[in-house]
């Protein structure tokens, strides 16, 4: 199975997207289910 390949641009994006969530109060699973982010324990 293949993987998706983001650019470098999209990371940042996301985890920049991410960061603003959680200083704003998101649980970092919220955050990792608006972003389509496997939430990994």
Known sequence: MSR???ATEQII???RESEMALA???TAAQ???TSGI???N
């Open 38 to 40: 496997a939430n990994q």
């Open 13 to 15: 994006g996301k985890l």
């Open 31 to 33: 955050v990792c289910h």
């Open 4 to 6: 998706k390949q983001y």
């Open 24 to 26: 704003q109060g998101q």
